[in-house]
């Protein structure tokens, strides 16, 4: 068995588009990953997918934007944001802890502090099943660990949640409630198929846990990135960050660019199911294949000369996103793009003011940057030592009190 790898733009590209590479990133992780979305494959994968999808539908995202976040965004900053100064990376894993149940489909039961510090605790417990193959030591207490978060979150979140929602679902089958009046998230629309799903109820514990994390650290580390990018690009160009407070449109390409530099996963791991040919190269069944995102978005051939610099104002590239392949591609390309990304123009097009999203981390950073966020001139942000993934550690932040 060998390895390939593949980190040009079109490799990488073409690569993600072969539906006879596997997922394969996910494989030690199975107590929590096992059957869920990203790791299936097939017929299994895309039925889950299409049902999953139809959360999607009735302008999701413009509901979503308009008025589940900002209800959600003011209801984290007012229950936490009492300080003038913090750390962007703990303010964004608030954020995204509240935004990212409501996603998923897991109520707050009493909206307390001690609640949102456990599922802020569970989320990290949770998210060792996702990079448990990197580690290489002992990993007998970090599956302890993972097992005992999982019957919590089962226990304490889960259960109430599906109850409600199947109250919810069994009032509207009978026709007292309106279909419009059920909870819009993923774990509605799993109770809602299954008829169409084979998932027991552990399953769908996983599933649902599975999309709380897939939401959650992917947007904290491009929430971090893109502000530290923001402060950085105006120490060297004219205007000022917190003049950007207004304008989510100039806010969403400096995210997109951001994003394009730094992907949360930087690669890709795939498995050969069938012989492949990608690129000149040819991987043969059971090849394991890498896909380097990271490099393949630094491509200078087609991002440019500057591909590894910021410039939220570089040319666009026809037919490619201005996030390059952060979001992945083929069968399993993010399914929350547009949640987080918002509506990605083509070169040339204006946006439409009535339909247009600006995603998540755009609106997030427009609320911060609105009080006043900048980053802790006593206080210098830092990087994860020894780490190849490019991810801050901590990034103290003040609000200035003149804004
Ligand atoms: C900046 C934020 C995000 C980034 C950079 C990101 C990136 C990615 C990438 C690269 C993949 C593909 C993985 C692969 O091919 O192996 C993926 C898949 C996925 N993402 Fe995201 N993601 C983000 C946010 C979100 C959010 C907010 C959600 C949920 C609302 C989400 C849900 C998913 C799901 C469900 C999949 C699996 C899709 C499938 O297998 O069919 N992601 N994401």
């Given at each position: 068995?060998?390895?390939?790898?593949?980190?040009?733009?079109?490799?990488?590209?073409?690569?993600?588009?072969?539906?006879d590479?596997?997922?394969a990133?996910?494989?030690?992780?199975?107590?929590?990953?096992?059957?869920?979305?990203?790791?299936?494959?097939?017929?299994?994968?895309?039925?889950?997918?299409t049902?999953?999808?139809?959360?999607?539908?009735?302008?999701?995202?413009?509901?979503?934007?308009?008025?589940?976040?900002?209800?959600?965004?003011?209801e984290?900053?007012?229950?936490?944001?009492?300080v003038?100064?913090?750390?962007?990376?703990?303010?964004?894993?608030?954020?995204?802890?509240?935004l990212?149940?409501?996603?998923?489909?897991?109520?707050?039961?009493?909206?307390?502090?001690e609640?949102?510090?456990?599922?802020?605790?569970?989320?990290?417990?949770?998210?060792?099943?996702?990079?448990?193959?990197?580690?290489?030591?002992?990993r007998?207490?970090?599956?302890?660990?993972?097992?005992?978060?999982?019957?919590?979150?089962?226990?304490?979140?889960?259960?109430?949640?599906?109850?409600?929602?199947?109250?919810l679902?069994?009032?509207?089958?009978?026709?007292?409630?309106?279909?419009?009046?059920?909870?819009?998230?993923?774990?509605?629309?799993?109770?809602?198929?299954?008829?169409k799903?084979?998932?027991?109820?552990?399953?769908?514990?996983?599933?649902?846990?599975?999309?709380?994390?897939?939401?959650?650290?992917?947007?904290?580390?491009?929430?971090?990135?893109?502000?530290?990018?923001?402060?950085?690009?105006?120490?060297?160009?004219?205007?000022?960050?917190?003049d950007?407070?207004?304008?989510?449109a100039?806010?969403?390409?400096?995210?997109?660019?951001?994003?394009r530099?730094?992907?949360?996963?930087?690669?890709a791991?795939?498995?050969?199911?069938?012989?492949?040919?990608?690129?000149?190269?040819?991987?043969?069944?059971g090849?394991?294949?890498?896909?380097?995102?990271?490099?393949?978005?630094?491509?200078?051939g087609?991002?440019?000369?500057?591909?590894?610099?910021?410039?939220?104002?570089?040319?666009?590239?026809?037919?490619?996103s201005?996030?390059?392949?952060?979001?992945?591609?083929?069968?399993?390309?993010?399914l929350?793009?547009?949640?987080?990304?918002?509506?990605?123009?083509?070169?040339?097009q204006?946006?439409?003011?009535?339909?247009?999203?600006?995603?998540?981390?755009?609106?997030?950073?427009?609320?911060?940057?609105?009080?006043?966020?900048?980053?802790?001139p006593?206080?210098?942000?830092?990087?994860?030592?020894?780490?190849?993934?490019?991810?801050?550690?901590?990034?103290?932040?003040?609000?200035?009190?003149?804004?």
């Open positions: 068995m060998k390895t390939l790898t593949f980190d040009s733009f079109q490799d990488a590209e073409a690569a993600l588009r072969q539906n590479l596997k997922q990133l996910y494989d030690e992780g199975g107590i929590l990953m096992d059957k869920v979305l990203v790791t299936l494959h097939g017929d299994e994968h895309r039925t889950r997918r049902v999953e999808s139809q959360l999607f539908r009735r302008n999701f995202f413009r509901h979503y934007e308009n008025e589940v976040f900002p209800k959600l965004l003011a984290t900053l007012n229950q936490f944001l009492h003038t100064e913090t750390d962007l990376k703990e303010l964004g894993y608030r954020i995204m802890v509240h990212s149940l409501a996603f998923a489909g897991i109520d707050r039961i009493d909206g307390s502090v609640e949102a510090d456990s599922q802020h605790r569970l989320l990290i417990q949770l998210g060792q099943a996702a990079t448990i193959g990197q580690y290489q030591g002992d007998t207490a970090i599956l302890k660990e993972i097992a005992d978060a999982l019957h919590e979150f089962e226990t304490r979140f889960f259960q109430p949640a599906r109850s409600r929602r199947e109250a679902i069994s009032a509207f089958q009978k026709g007292e409630l309106a279909e419009t009046e059920l909870p819009r998230d993923i774990l509605t629309i799993l109770l809602m198929n299954t008829d799903l084979d998932m027991p109820n552990e399953l769908m514990v996983r599933e649902v846990a599975f999309f709380y994390l897939a939401a959650s650290h992917t947007s904290v580390h491009t929430l971090v990135h893109a502000f530290n990018e923001l402060f950085y690009w105006f120490q060297g160009n004219e205007g000022s960050a917190l950007l407070a207004g304008d989510p100039m806010l969403q390409r400096f995210v997109l660019e951001s994003m530099l730094h992907p949360s996963s930087p690669v791991l795939r498995k050969a199911e069938q012989p492949v040919a990608v690129g000149g190269a040819e991987a043969s069944i090849d394991r294949v890498v896909i380097d995102l990271q490099t393949a978005n630094r491509d200078t087609v991002f440019g000369d500057d591909a590894g610099a910021f410039n939220p104002f570089r040319d666009r590239p026809p037919r490619i201005p996030a390059g392949l952060s979001f992945g591609g083929g069968m399993h390309v993010c929350g793009m547009n949640l987080v990304a918002g509506t990605i123009l083509k070169p040339g204006a946006i439409d003011p009535d339909n247009h999203q600006f995603g998540t981390i755009a609106l997030i950073l427009a609320e911060l940057l609105g009080r006043g966020a900048q980053p802790d006593q206080r210098p942000a830092e990087k994860v030592a020894a780490s190849e993934r490019d991810v801050w550690a901590s990034y103290p932040i003040v609000f200035a009190p003149d804004t």
